[in-house]
């Protein structure tokens, strides 16, 4: 008699449809897979140890020009990213801030190949963006594409670094569009804080200048010459290649396409640390119309080599890190005086920033400022809870794995090694350090990095509505939108 209940397992590996093949399979599913247990869902799963070395391996080699290279190879995608590193950016600008920002906004507007419209016609044929940029200890010139087109990438990036023209009407395009956005800027809150801040924080140190007119008006085609000129040498560069190359085979293509590049003697830094901060001040900035107030707690933080930034990382996430944060718990879940409350660390070379700060109705500017010194004050004086110092480790630990699928990123941090001076595990042992920050060590950062005593409050808003408040934190320095005192 046929069977015509034959078991859908039975049917599918071609067995006999009797009740002892059925009986075997199943004895054969048994073992092959076990009986898993019962997964309670309401217990939180405990998450795996960081990984030991989660950041990739790269090999090194100075060009015979003094060029240093690092390749890391990275086969997952059929695509390169360079990164060239000049030593110097801002902090080079001199009495002409703004300096290494033009430079870096022209150097792809023309060369003495490729006139601006040939330059971007020929990176637009092969997907590719040659882009640079100056921040405040280097000058950055980053260009990516598919592998293929490795050659024309490394030509299109050499052309831009060693043939710049700086053509006289892109340099007044550049000026016209720079004096727009600082006309539109002093209506811009935030913009205004961000200025006043450096200000206060760094006084008369480079990293604390911004563009003004007077700046802008006084660069000169020949100052962009004579900054090129200067700081543009192999002795004084890196360049990272992150992607699917061979290391042999780019580190020769490199030494033929820098070949004309020579070597020449680079002036030796003279900068100092920013000077300290002492005492509580509160910086003003009457800006009249506005319904809230941009309020930053800022100070000076530690320099870009200091060793403590992986724990660093669960200290701010702890304050002010995101949705997790307690100033953002505080100020608008708690109290609904804002949207978002945030912190940050801004390292730099020879002396960094802390900044805490929010938008806030005028009503609440001084009680918000108040409860974000509580909020700084409560972590130098008190240890932070298990279940809250484990959020912040597996957060930032997660956030800093996912980084790393960045090229850019990735190339940019082999660089910062050598930029800063910093361990060559630095990176390596950066999850593990995260994961591994205790309790202690926070307060310890805190009691070492937060200040409620020497700090600086800076604060836009309408002066008429929310000065009187802020007088009763401390004596108030009003400033116009020109950020000069009245």
């Not at 604390?208 to 100052?223: C, F, M, P, S, W």
């Not at 030796?268 to 300290?276: I, L, M, Q, R």
């Not at 800093?400 to 941090?413: D, H, K, P, Q």
């Amino acid at each position: 008699m046929t069977n015509n209940s034959t078991h859908p397992f039975v049917s599918l590996l071609n067995l006999p449809s009797s009740p002892l093949a059925l009986t075997w399979l199943l004895v054969l599913v048994s073992w092959t897979f076990p009986a898993v247990a019962a997964v309670d869902r309401s217990v939180k799963p405990k998450p795996g140890p960081a990984p030991a070395a989660s950041f990739p391996d790269y090999a090194e080699k100075t060009l015979s020009n003094g060029l240093k290279v690092f390749v890391i190879q990275d086969d997952r995608k059929p695509t390169v990213t360079f990164r060239l590193l000049i030593k110097g950016g801002a902090l080079r600008d001199g009495a002409k801030t703004g300096l290494s920002s033009f430079v870096a906004t022209l150097l792809n507007r023309g060369t003495t190949t490729r006139d601006a419209g040939k330059f971007a016609e020929e990176t637009d044929a092969i997907g590719v963006k040659v882009e640079a940029s100056s921040g405040a200890d280097a000058f950055s010139v980053s260009a990516s594409g598919l592998t293929k087109y490795t050659d024309r990438i490394l030509d299109l990036l050499a052309d831009a670094v060693l043939h710049p023209t700086f053509p006289a009407e892109q340099l007044e395009k550049q000026r016209k569009q720079a004096l727009s956005k600082l006309a539109s800027e002093k209506q811009e809150a935030d913009a205004l804080a961000g200025k006043l801040t450096g200000q206060v924080v760094y006084g008369p140190h480079p990293y604390g200048a911004y563009l003004t007119e007077q700046t802008v008006q006084a660069i000169k085609r020949d100052d962009l010459v004579a900054y090129h000129e200067q700081w543009f040498a192999p002795n004084n560069a890196t360049l990272a290649v992150v992607g699917d190359v061979q290391s042999g085979d780019i580190l020769a293509t490199l030494e033929k396409t820098f070949a004309a590049w020579t070597r020449r003697e680079v002036p030796a830094e003279k900068t100092s640390a920013p000077p300290g901060m002492h005492g509580l001040t509160i910086h003003l900035v009457d800006r009249p119309g506005s319904v809230q107030s941009n309020i930053a707690v800022a100070q000076p933080g530690p320099a870009r080599d200091e060793s403590d930034m992986p724990e660093l990382n669960i200290l701010n996430g702890t304050l002010g890190g995101g949705f997790s944060g307690r100033l953002f718990q505080n100020l608008r879940e708690k109290n609904g005086w804002t949207y978002g409350a945030y912190s940050a660390f801004g390292p730099n070379k020879y002396g960094g920033v802390f900044s805490a700060g929010a938008e806030t109705r005028n009503a609440v500017t001084a009680p918000a400022i108040r409860e974000i010194l509580v909020e700084m004050k409560r972590l130098r004086d008190e240890p932070i809870p298990a279940a809250e110092l484990e959020l912040q480790r597996q957060y930032n630990v997660g956030n800093y794995l996912l980084s790393l699928e960045n090229a850019g990123r990735t190339a940019s941090r082999v660089q910062d090694i050598d930029l800063y001076g910093m361990a060559a595990d630095y990176y390596k042992t950066y999850a593990s350090r995260m994961a591994a920050t205790t309790a202690g060590k926070v307060q310890e950062l805190a009691r070492k990095y937060l200040s409620v005593e020497d700090t600086a409050i800076v604060v836009v808003g309408e002066a008429k509505e929310i000065r009187a408040d802020l007088e009763k934190l401390g004596k108030v320095i009003e400033y116009d939108t020109e950020l000069k005192p009245k």
